[in-house]
């Protein structure tokens, strides 16, 4: 565990490592990342390899205004607001908060600090849902006794569960 200041002062909270997930946690946070569109998480998962090839090939990342726009519906707004909360609630043990770390403190904690907290905890939501996005490497590879990636019809019962949707990024206002 860590303690990481907020921006509040004097204010804190203690996190757990996202290893130390528990599996209601991280199902919490795979349901309501389910929940968003296909549309929007196209766009997400094509914005994300966007930025993960450039860092793969040492170039800076593409900024903001570089990545393809996103439009959710209020619907995916709340389900990525859901996800959001579901993984600040999984890995924060602690805090220095009046009120117990729970769904109904999230929404009496200054919004700086959520935020903070959002940000700090977003790298944990893709450490809780199943991405099977295949890597450039993994599409090139000739040797697989499979075939190469790209044969692929790209459906599988399991790529249309819950637990195989793509994963959200942090989104913040």
């Known amino acids: 565990m860590r303690k990481e200041a907020l921006i509040t ?55 903001a205004d570089e990545l393809e726009p996103i439009t959710p519906s209020p619907a995916d707004v709340e389900a990525l607001e859901d996800a959001n909360d579901a993984c600040v609630l999984a890995l924060v043990a602690d805090w220095s908060f009046e009120g117990p770390v729970s769904a109904a403190g999230l929404e009496e904690i200054p919004l700086q600090d959520y935020r903070q907290l959002q940000l700090l905890c977003a790298p944990a939501i893709e450490a809780a849902t199943v991405d099977f996005t295949p890597t450039p490497e993994a599409v090139a590879d ?30 913040t206002a």
Do not use: C, H, Y
Not at 153 to 169: I, K, L, N
């Open 142 to 171: 000739q040797s697989s006794p499979f075939g190469s990636s790209s044969e692929s019809s790209g459906s599988s019962v399991v790529a249309t569960s819950a637990e195989a949707s793509p994963t959200p990024s942090v989104l």
């Open 9 to 63: 002062p004097g204010s804190w909270a203690r996190l757990k490592d996202a290893t130390e997930m528990s599996r209601g946690a991280q199902r919490a946070i795979s349901k309501a990342a389910a929940r968003v569109s296909a549309d929007t998480q196209d766009v997400m998962q094509r914005n994300r390899v966007r930025v993960q090839t450039a860092k793969r090939q040492g170039l800076r990342a593409p900024s």
